[in-house]
């Protein structure tokens, strides 16, 4: 694995990423996911860019998406900053725990047309070949709790 | 041109788009680079997903990226989401204006690692088949001035 030395401690995340999650919220149906992530070090630079998509399980209609660049926070600690199509950015800080990743958003902002999101969380861990995450959020009036639970495997290592 | 109806204003960004820009800044020295940026129409969905990268003319070396995505805001309306690996976020909102796009940054946020980015202000224009811009920046204590001004040719269509 080919990657910038600032990058050791997230090498783990590196990889395309395929698997299936649920999404609840209070003020949503409960829906199922298919999702693939792709993590892939930048040559030379000290980020890894991260793409990501969901569709409908038994539909195939494209849901989510969001694309980004992990960074390293210095020992032990790990940044996220992404945009989403639904007129989200987020900017997380957070720690790295040998092969867990806690980010907590310092900051969620969106444009005008976009729903209110107003905190969120993710818990991203890998175990061998698999990575599951939890994605807790504080949206529309609504304190922060479990949005989405997803397993996911690795399919190819970059 | 397959795209979302949502997305007739904005269709004029979509393309593999090539050229040459030149950046200057109080606190650096002035450089000229090569850019690439890709903007294309997202299956069923009222999105662009927009992405660029830099290298410096000379050498080739990597310099900056984004990616993002636009978003119709209404008539006359755009909105611009976007992440950079340096660490930053930014969210826009403006105006569209035939083929001319003015965002002007209503969040910018960045990780604790990150330089501090206060305000950014974008002009796209297309005429033909080239693409102009101009973005503004305050940064580190300095007032919003111009950054950096590309010209880009459109090399092929999505």
Request: charged letters at 20%; hydrophobic letters at 35%; a negative charge.
């Amino acid at each position: 694995m080919n990657h910038h030395p600032d990058l050791t401690e997230l090498a783990f995340l590196v990889g395309t990423w395929k698997g299936t999650g649920h999404g609840e919220y209070p003020t949503i149906d409960e829906f199922d996911y298919h999702e693939d992530v792709t993590i892939t070090p930048v040559p030379e630079k000290p980020f890894l860019a991260y793409s990501q998509r969901t569709r409908e399980l038994e539909s195939g209609r494209p849901l989510h998406a969001e694309t980004g660049y992990f960074r390293w926070g210095g020992a032990g600690r790990a940044e996220l900053v992404l945009a989403q199509p639904t007129g989200i950015v987020e900017a997380h800080a957070g720690t790295i725990d040998g092969t867990h990743l806690h980010l907590r958003a310092l900051t969620v902002a969106h444009t005008p047309t976009a729903i209110d999101v107003e905190d969120v969380e993710r818990h991203i861990e890998v175990t061998g070949t698999t990575m599951t995450y939890r994605l807790s959020m504080a949206a529309v009036g609504h304190p922060l709790q479990v949005h989405l639970r997803a397993t996911l495997e690795r399919s190819e290592s970059a």
